[in-house]
């Protein structure tokens, strides 16, 4: 079985900065993608970013230049360091994960969602 728990969500002000994890555990053989999207109320969920096993990555263009994601493949843990938040980026934010368990086929997992609040 496999898990993706988030941590870092909160409460910040306009302008500030949270910085997200997110960790795999369990039957891990591999993992090739982890990334993050986001659903604000009334809107679907969206990508925010993604990062493969040699390290490339891919951002929406409304994060690019203040989001940075980033995983430790060692810890199976993605990061995602927000800076210069804004209101709009208020949402619930997923982690997500296209992992290959041990004798199991690869599969997405998502993890359960942290609220990030960008308010005054």
């Known amino acids: 079985q496999v898990r993706l728990v988030e941590s870092g969500g909160g409460l910040v002000q306009p302008g500030g900065s949270l910085r997200l994890s997110c960790a795999a555990s369990?039957?891990?053989?591999?993992?090739?993608?982890m990334g993050w999207y986001r659903q604000a109320p009334g809107k679907e969920r969206e990508l925010v970013a993604t990062i493969i096993s040699g390290g490339s990555t891919n951002y929406a263009d409304s994060v690019k230049g203040r989001f940075t994601i980033s995983r430790d493949n060692a810890k199976n843990t993605v990061y995602l360091q927000m800076n210069n938040l804004k209101a709009e980026d208020t949402a619930v934010y997923y982690c997500?994960?296209?992992?290959?368990?041990?004798?199991?086929?690869?599969?997405?997992?998502w993890g359960q969602g942290t609220q990030v609040t960008v308010s005054s």
């Open positions: 369990g039957s891990i053989f591999s993992i090739h993608a």
């Open positions: 997500n994960a296209h992992i290959i368990s041990y004798g199991a086929l690869a599969k997405y997992y």
